[in-house]
């Protein structure tokens, strides 16, 4: 069974730009999450999506944003980049939206932004 | 004051030892408790899931919740040089399951 699938695995993009980072779940798992670990605030909680719908964002400025689609299959966004938002970001997959299940994450997207 | 403390280590010890891996909180509404473990490189693996308090054993792995004393751990036995990696404690509410808050994880060496 396919674990949690992140792409790319590495980026550097450039001060003021734009970056989309993509996750495909496990296959039947309908709940994703977004993390963003870094050395000095470790792992946060960016956003949750279940069917498509955000249903919970973590405490973080408005350039960041994402979609889930029909497949589960999530998108993340940050726009006008900063350098401090360097940082490892980490997709996460459970079955429904219970809390009968722990997420497995995946092997996370490393932004550098220079 | 952060809601998980974990010591972040490095905690050395020599290969056959048994660790003891610990996090602190302060929130009480929290139900759900959780151990990952991370790889250089890589993204954290579950290893231990358990429901308010108790005892649960999966191998080598045996995790504890005291909710009286708002203090979790992590047992490995027969550590192997194969367990060197940061372990995360995370941790949620019931009512807000899909955010996990982590503690800062402890780097782990196994010596051979």
């Known amino acids: 069974k396919a674990g949690v699938t992140q792409t790319p695995r590495y980026l550097i993009k450039t001060r003021g730009q734009q970056v989309t980072l993509s996750c495909s779940p496990i296959?039947?798992?309908?709940?994703v999450s977004w993390y963003q670990q870094t050395p000095g605030q470790g792992l946060q909680f960016l956003f949750e999506y279940f069917s498509e719908t955000q249903r919970n964002k973590g405490n973080f400025p408005g350039r960041f944003s994402g979609r889930q689609f029909s497949n589960s299959r999530s998108e993340m966004n940050v726009s006008t980049l900063e350098l401090g938002d360097s940082a490892l970001y980490l997709c996460?997959?459970?079955?429904?939206?219970?809390?009968?299940?722990?997420?497995?994450f995946g092997s996370g997207t490393r932004l550098t932004v220079v | 004051q952060k809601e998980v403390e974990q010591d972040p280590g490095p905690l050395s010890v020599p290969e056959g030892a048994i660790v003891s891996l610990n996090c602190t909180y302060s929130?009480?509404?929290?139900?759900?408790f959780m151990w990952y473990r991370q790889y250089s490189r890589k993204g954290p693996e579950l290893l231990m899931y358990?429901?308010?308090?108790g005892n649960k054993e999966d191998g080598r792995f045996t995790a504890q919740v005291d909710k009286s004393s708002k203090y979790i751990s992590l047992f490995i036995r027969d550590s192997q040089p194969s367990d060197s990696a940061t372990y995360l404690c995370a941790m949620s509410r019931m009512d807000s399951s899909y955010k996990l808050i982590f503690g800062s994880g402890t780097r782990l060496l196994v010596r051979p």
């Open positions: 996460a997959s459970r079955p429904d939206s219970s809390g009968s299940y722990g997420y497995t």
């Open positions: 358990t429901y308010s308090s």
């Open positions: 929130n009480s509404a929290f139900q759900y």
């Open positions: 296959s039947g798992h309908r709940s």
